[in-house]
């Protein structure tokens, strides 16, 4: 399955997708509702090209501004649920699991940017694979153009005659993206004076090549006793960084979500006798030390 919007990213890839000879392919175009006849406008666009291109196109149409209302989600937090339930829902009917997203080297830029200001997630950008849960269904998410850059592709589409939709809302700064986008990259840009997205791009790899080394670190200490607890003798001797990351290993793997930076530095000072034995985690649990373990209680 391919995700398309009728934007340049998405219309390019489904292309490319048709020139390497992909044949099983399904578009899946989700309309948002929020462009009134533009919106309209771009799933007759997809359809048509879906099916010129000899592809099975499955569109669907949601009324995002009341889901909004009746959730209290922002614009980006609902967009994106209702994409991940209507994927959920191709791929529950397509008996498929593999989505192919058109994300480009500009989106990784945005991404790594502003994980890097939040500050909880260091300077990660999107992995070219990855398992996500969708509506509770696992998908496998591929997205193939992660190194290329958009006017490389804005360039190809030209070249070849093809057309596609814009969608004028990018250009409002209205939502986090769209100033990454549209202010804090082209000011970056010429701060630096030069493009910064190729250095964004080098020190999420080398941020990558970090975290392997940090993960093969935490494997290697083996913190846990057999019980699954981990030991705090053996911790107590980490350097600081690797005993973040064992702890944030070890709530991972229990399925601790929206771990971030205080709760993680909170959750170390476990590691402190004269400090609390307790700390209240996500979800109605606390990570407890006690008889020298840390361990996950309700």
């Known amino acids: 399955m391919v995700g398309v919007s009728g934007g340049l990213d998405s219309t390019a890839l489904l292309y490319l997708l048709k020139a390497e000879g992909f044949q099983k392919v399904v578009v899946c175009h989700l309309n948002h509702g929020l462009r009134g006849s533009e919106s309209s406008g771009d799933a007759k666009f997809v359809k048509q090209l879906g099916r010129r291109l000899g592809y099975e196109v499955l569109s669907e149409k949601v009324n995002l501004l009341a889901q909004m209302r009746l959730t209290g989600e922002s614009l980006e937090t609902a967009g994106r649920t209702a994409r991940h339930a209507f994927f959920a829902k191709c791929g529950k009917e397509q008996r498929c699991g593999l989505l192919l997203l058109a994300h480009h080297a500009d989106d990784q830029a945005e991404t790594i940017l502003w994980n890097l200001v939040r500050g909880s997630l260091g300077c990660r950008g999107m992995s070219e694979i990855q398992a996500i849960k969708m509506a509770g269904r696992s998908m496998t998410v591929i997205r193939p153009l992660l190194g290329v850059r958009k006017v490389e592709l804005a360039e190809w589409m030209n070249g070849q005659d093809f057309n596609w939709r814009e969608d004028a809302t990018n ?18 840009d010429t701060i630096t004076n030069r493009d910064v997205t190729p250095a964004l791009l080098r020190a999420a790899q080398l941020d990558g090549e970090w975290r392997e080394l940090l993960d093969w670190s935490v494997t290697a200490v083996a913190a846990t006793d057999p019980q699954g607890r981990l030991h705090t003798g053996v911790m107590k001797n ?43 985690l996500p979800g109605g649990k606390r990570l407890r030390r006690k008889a020298g373990r840390i361990f996950i209680e309700s």
């Not at 700064?173 to 990454?180: F, I, Q, Y």
């Not at 202010?183 to 970056?188: G, I, M, V």
């Not at 971030?260 to 959750?267: A, I, Y």
Request: charge should be positive; proline fraction near 5%.
């Open 171 to 188: 250009r409002v700064n209205d939502v986090v993206r769209n100033r990454l986008r549209n202010e804090a990259l082209p000011l970056l």
């Open 238 to 280: 980490l350097p600081s960084v690797l005993s973040r990351a064992v702890i944030a290993d070890y709530l991972k793997k229990k399925q601790i979500e929206n771990v971030d930076w205080r709760l993680l530095e909170r959750c170390v000072d476990l590691l402190d006798v004269d400090k609390p034995a307790s700390v209240n």
